[in-house]
């Protein structure tokens, strides 16, 4: 059985001024983020990855990352496309933006058929979670083959605030509110949350540091995908005329389908440290840690030479 670890890399990046922020070398021996969110999937169990890029990326991709996992695992290649919409609808005049991350994980319907993960390029997640989501999907999966309805039976490492948060500017994060079972009830998307000096603040609020935090690590079932199809029929056939920007995004679906009762999220609590290159300036200290984290034996240096 494949479980597939989808890594969403099609972003233009534009708050990361310099080059493409997927591809900028962090690891000691040249390693892209993304590397390390592979090696830790692998090393929790799955076997098979689908990167999910700008067709203009695909020969980086085999030549940096791909051929690094030659005889490791399975490994596709999903384009995302503005020109790829179903049936009856073509792409808007003066239309820019990609659709999305909803649009992205769509792209790869051809080739992700069993459970799988999805992941942001540029963005360090921790052992602990690719761990918990794979455990967490393999058994759905299990219940699901026994008879069980787990279609819409999803999953996302819950990730505490105060562990997500850039030195270098505010940042969005989708605050989790749950029930006493750790099923999701809601996201609320937070926007301009900052570091202070006794925790954090969005636009003058006080945020408590220890709320768990969406970072769009999702866990989900192929069913998914024709939901991800139908969906993106009715948002086209809903976009405004001559709105440009409007995007299809994971977190808006899933909470639709949440506030709707047609699908349930169980948030895996983690205490992983995530960083991300979301500024400039977040560069030389996704160096620092992951250099400290190579010599205390945490990774291997180079990256793959050895996967357990």
Not at 18 to 28: A, W
Not at 29 to 58: C, P, Q, T
Not at 107 to 112: E, G, L, N, S
Not at 169 to 176: F, I, N, S
Request: some cysteine; overall charge negative.
């Amino acid at each position: 059985m494949d479980i597939t670890l989808g890594i969403m890399a099609a972003g233009i990046g534009s708050r990361f001024k310099d080059g493409c922020k997927q591809l900028t070398p962090v690891g000691p021996s040249g390693e892209v983020i993304m590397e390390y969110s592979i090696y830790d999937a692998l090393e929790a169990g799955f076997n098979h990855v689908v990167f999910i890029i700008r067709k203009n990326l695909e020969e980086d991709f085999r030549t940096m990352i791909g051929a690094k996992l030659e005889g490791l695992c399975k490994v596709d290649y999903a384009f995302q496309d503005m020109e790829d919409l179903p049936e009856g609808f073509s792409l808007p005049a003066g239309r820019t933006k990609p659709w999305g991350t909803g649009h992205a994980v769509l792209a790869a319907r051809k080739v992700i058929n069993g459970p799988f993960a999805v992941i942001n390029a540029d963005d360090y997640y921790g052992k602990e979670a690719f761990v918990k989501i794979h455990d967490y999907l393999v058994n759905q999966e299990k219940a699901r083959m026994d008879g069980a309805d787990t279609d819409m039976e999803f999953c996302m490492p819950g990730f505490v605030l105060g562990n997500t948060l850039s030195d270098f500017g505010a940042v969005t994060r989708g605050v989790c509110d749950m029930d006493e079972h750790n099923f999701l009830k809601k996201i609320v998307e937070t926007h301009h949350i900052s570091k202070t000096a006794d925790g954090a603040e969005a636009e003058g609020k006080k945020l408590s540091v220890s709320s768990l935090v969406s970072m769009n690590m999702w866990g989900l079932t192929p069913a998914f995908m024709k939901v991800l199809e139908e969906k993106f029929i009715e948002f086209l056939k809903n976009l405004p005329e001559g709105n440009l920007t409007e995007e299809y995004l994971l977190p808006t679906i899933i909470g639709d389908m949440l506030e709707s009762g047609s699908a349930r999220v169980k948030v895996l609590e983690t205490d992983a440290h995530w960083f991300g290159l979301t500024y400039k300036e977040d560069t030389p200290l996704v160096k620092a840690a992951l250099k400290e984290m190579t010599e205390q034996g945490v990774y291997p240096n180079p990256l793959f030479a050895k996967v357990k």
